[in-house]
């Protein structure tokens, strides 16, 4: 039905296009008006748009003329040198009508997805232009900082001419740097430093200190990889841990222990079943094969024996089976853990459970905060207080089983789904990850949630001290905050769905100034790797002998890695660009396109350069692109493509597929595998067939479907934790803004009294009934102050009445201290609200941690995890305001300034400085 209604009115993309190019005409008639001009005449335009936006005019009204005015100065500067990122470069672009309606796209605060080569950076300018007018700020989002810096010199010749200022903001600046290159009318930098700016500003204690100055106008280049690949990451702001809880030294006997007794058994498991298939027991060769496979399924005997032909049907059919029976995880029970790659998850077993806990029975139970709040609620032996320290008694406990229990875990994933040269590589004895998706490393940034401590105990390095995340936010909660949001890349459309659902962008394919020519050929399908392999060494020789330069593109370094020893053996010589040998990224690809060069690398996508031809190259066929494997999305499978006839140049690509790939193995291999088996495929021999190249998009759908899912789940958590975020934030502006803290000193006075009044009156109407003596500690231990009411005077007391009078004597003592204080009164109030603030969020966020951990495990209970959540996170961020009301007033009256002796020797803090690190 869609398909037939796309023929009669053309798809949403075809017919928004049609009313972009409709537009595209008044532009180039406003442009054609502007040759006229003098170059004074034109820089006034700046001017003129400002006033006309102060009278009422919109930034759509502007539109045209706007643009037409950036594409002007782009044909006035032709010829023009200026120096980019050290280099002299001299300006030779005006741009396309198919740029024009990129232009428009991003405008209209969509995403606009260009093909490789389309000149998205000279496309960003006409709407960074015509937003920044407002006066409000406009900022360009590129993933690294060598693209902020050459591309915020490259463009911002076109602002300076026409009287705006550009800025860039790259790691290292200090805070007044940034603050001015915040307040430049267009803004260029990294998601990483937009972010981080955001937090660090909501840490403040003046707000002077204060980098940022709103969300007006964003464009993100690459779009695809900031808010989709990265989006699993949060940005975090973390510093030194007052009492590590973490035990990984301990637990790593513990762990090692159970992983070498799940191997061993594994190992028996596949020589069981390899003696059950010789004696034609298939039943009980399937059982054995997919224990093993649900223990260890990168186990590498097992994965020779699923070369065997039938085998892997046969465990796949058992499997389905057990799902359909429900009956797979009582069939897991026989294993100590079970891995599930797929879910990228490790799940301990009762087995394992019992193996890991014979010397401590009680190691895996947790208690459940809401039935133990409510039963310490419902004792009335308990007064307040001793409610108030019993709840806090089993929040720790719940905290301190949480993360036991979280570590092992921790330890058993580092053991069992992170490989080293894969997704971490392990040099000067720390360990660094590698970005799947560029195959860059990322040094200084660690894996979450304790993954790195782990993986730093497994691979034996020094553990680096643990850290408390102090502020944090995902790049999804980050970029919503925008009023406008754009976006740009090669690859969108694939997950068009997700940016829509997500962040309410819609994603707009721009037409290609020239057709591709680029010859995509079906993906070749081995069965083994390493016949892969071999047939890939042909192709590059192949290719090699014509003179095409030929980019292969592999995901983990290790392959990288073993091609380029087998290409050294062939005699052929070559270039690698992985993790390993990141540092001589510009000068590789500034000769991958040249005659004969070969050039081997992990993930492509990102790299932010274009892959020009050498002389001679064209006539040659021009880029040959090699993919090793699939990657599990799509859009990385473009973008390698994508490398490869870029403005309508000559070029091809092709695909080498093994069964063995981790794509292949977890989704796809077993229908392909049996297709394989009936035609009677030999070794070394490919099969190459459109419904195969179909069958592994669809379970590449399937991941993305996945993965979108976790992201989805991601975000559900993260809005939880976002609204109290927004609370905090709001609540520290507050006090931050406000030259005379007394109002809200106030307000907290009056919760605490309330408190105090509601909790010992409780019990009864009339005074008599009332718990006089808890309420008068209470009240002293906050307030530092004898409410002096007689024994006598009790009787007289109505809540109404005990509220006012013990408010008005804080409200007196409160007066007492700003008398006390004089001028630095409201420096020291602000100092001590806001640092309590921060410690009881830092303290908050660590608590959250802990609860989204052990959530997961409500399931079993038939309870929805994410409701759950919500539910508990709401108590503690209830509890956390009360306790911090409480905090704030005690310190208050209780603060002091000190005077040092005149001749004492100042002394600078050394205590540990924050650090910053990506998720």
């Known amino acids: 039905m869609i398909q037939l209604i796309n023929k009669l009115f053309g798809s949403k993309n075809d017919r928004e296009l049609k009313r972009y190019w409709k537009i595209v005409p008044l532009i180039n008639e406003e442009y054609e008006k502007l040759r006229n001009l003098g170059d004074d005449e034109l820089k006034h335009k700046t001017v003129e748009f400002k006033e006309r936006l102060k009278n009422g005019e919109t930034l759509d009204d502007l539109m045209v003329e706007a643009f037409a005015v950036v594409k002007d100065t782009c044909r006035r500067l032709v010829g023009r040198k200026w120096t980019v990122m050290g280099h002299e470069m001299e300006w030779n672009m005006i741009p396309f009508d198919v740029q024009l309606i990129g232009a428009i796209v991003l405008h209209e605060g969509k995403i606009a997805e260009m093909a490789t080569g389309e000149g998205k950076t000279l496309v960003a300018t006409m709407p960074l232009y015509l937003n920044a007018l407002s006066g409000k700020g406009a900022h360009l989002v590129t993933v690294n900082d060598y693209l902020a810096q050459r591309d915020s010199e ?83 702001i973390s510093g030194p841990v007052e009492a590590s809880l973490q035990q990984y030294k301990e637990l790593k006997p513990l762990v090692s222990r159970i992983v070498k007794l799940q191997n061993r058994y594994v190992n028996e498991l596949i020589t069981g079943a390899m003696k059950d298939l010789e004696a034609g027991n298939e039943r ?82 947790v208690p459940d905060l809401s039935e133990e709040f409510q039963k310490i609620d419902s004792d009335e032996r308990l007064s307040s207080r001793e409610k108030a320290v019993s709840k806090d008694a089993i929040q720790r406990e719940y905290a301190e089983k949480n993360e036991k229990i979280h570590n092992i875990h921790q330890l058993l994933k580092a053991y069992s789904l992170f490989e080293r040269d894969s997704e971490y590589i392990v040099k000067d ?143 052929i010589s070559h270039s690698v660009l992985n993790a390993k040998y990141h540092q001589k990224e510009a000068e590789i690809i500034s000769h991958a396109g040249e005659k004969g060069n070969v050039t081997i690398s992990t993930n492509m996508a990102g790299r932010g350069t274009d892959i020009k031809l050498g002389e001679g190259v064209k006539e040659l066929g021009g880029l040959h692109v090699i993919g090793t494997e699939r990657h599990e999305s799509r859009r990385i499978d473009r973008q390698l493509r994508g490398r490869s006839g870029r403005q309508g140049d000559p070029g091809s690509s092709v695909f080498f597929i093994s069964l063995e790939d981790n794509l292949m193995r977890l989704f796809a291999s077993d229908r392909i595998a049996s297709a394989m088996d009936r035609i009677g495929v030999k070794e070394n021999e490919a099969i190459t067939h459109p419904l195969i190249t179909r069958a592994i998009e669809n379970a590449q759908k399937r991941v993305e ?199 004492k020797t100042e002394h600078k803090k050394t205590k540990g400085r924050k650090k910053i690190k990506r998720a």
């Open 154 to 236: 490259w463009m911002g010749e076109i602002y300076k001419f026409l009287g705006l200022t550009v800025g860039v903001i790259k790691a290292g600046m200090n805070p007044e740097e940034r603050k001015e290159m915040y307040m430049r009318d267009i803004t260029y930098g990294t998601n990483n430093e937009f972010g981080f700016d955001y937090l660090r500003d909501n840490m403040v204690i003046e707000p002077e200190q204060k980098v940022q100055r709103g969300f007006n106008y964003a464009i993100v280049d690459e779009v695809d990889s900031v808010l989709i690949d990265e989006a699993r990451t949060p940005l975090i």
């Open 284 to 365: 009980e060769a399937a059982g054995k094969l997919l224990l093993a496979q649900r223990g260890a399924p990168k186990n590498k005997r097992l994965i020779r024996l699923y070369r065997e032909k039938g085998v892997k049907v046969l465990v796949e059919n058992l499997e389905n089976e057990l799902i359909r029976d429900k009956s797979l995880p009582q069939f897991d029970e026989q294993l100590y853990y079970v891995i599930d790659e797929k879910g990228n998850t490790v799940s301990i077993t009762d087995k394992g459970r019992e193996e890991m806990s014979k010397n401590n029975p009680s190691f895996f139970t």
């Open 429 to 571: 004895g720390k360990v660094i990850i590698v970005d799947e998706f560029t195959g860059r490393v990322m040094p200084g940034r660690r894996f979450s949630e304790g993954i790195h401590e782990a993986i730093e105990a497994k691979e034996g390095v020094k553990i680096e001290q643990e850290t408390q995340t102090l502020a944090t936010i995902t790049l999804q909660n980050f970029f919503r905050m925008y009023d406008k949001l754009a976006g740009m890349t090669g690859t969108a459309e694939t997950e068009a769905a997700e940016f829509w659902e997500i962040y309410k962008l819609d994603v707009i394919v721009v037409p290609t100034n020239r057709p591709v020519i680029r010859e995509d050929f079906p993906d070749m399908i081995y069965r083994t790797k390493i016949e892969k392999y071999r047939a890939i060494i042909e192709e590059i020789k192949r290719q090699h002998e014509k003179g095409r330069p030929i980019l292969v593109g592999t995901i983990t370094v290790e392959v990288s890695e073993q091609l380029s020893r087998m290409l050294k053996r062939a005699g």
């Open 705 to 903: 479907q996945y993965n979108f899912d976790i992201r989805k789940r991601l975000i559900d958590y993260d809005d939880v934790m976002n609204k109290q975020r927004e609370a905090i934030y709001a609540m520290r502006d507050e006090v931050l803004y406000n030259k005379n803290p007394d109002e809200f000193i106030l307000g907290k006075i009056e919760n605490v009294i309330n408190d105090i009044i509601e909790k010992y009156t409780a019990n009864g109407k009339y005074p008599e009934d009332w718990d006089w003596d808890n309420l008068i500690i209470n009240y002293i231990n906050d307030f530092l102050d004898d409410p002096q009411i007689a024994e006598k005077e009790k009787a007289e007391f109505t809540k109404e009445r005990l509220f006012d009078y013990l408010f008005d004597r804080a409200k007196k003592n409160l007066e007492l201290k700003r008398e006390e204080f004089g001028e630095l009164y409201e420096k020291v109030m602000k100092f001590v609200v806001l640092q309590t603030i921060d410690s009881r969020w830092r303290d908050h966020l660590y608590e959250l941690d802990a609860l989204k951990e052990g959530i997961g495990l409500r399931g079993y209970a038939q309870r929805d995890p994410l409701v759950e959540y919500k539910k508990e996170s709401y108590m503690m961020f209830e509890n956390m305001i009360i306790n911090m009301d409480e905090e704030i007033v005690a310190k208050m009256f209780r603060v002091q300034i000190r005077k040092e002796p005149q001749n």
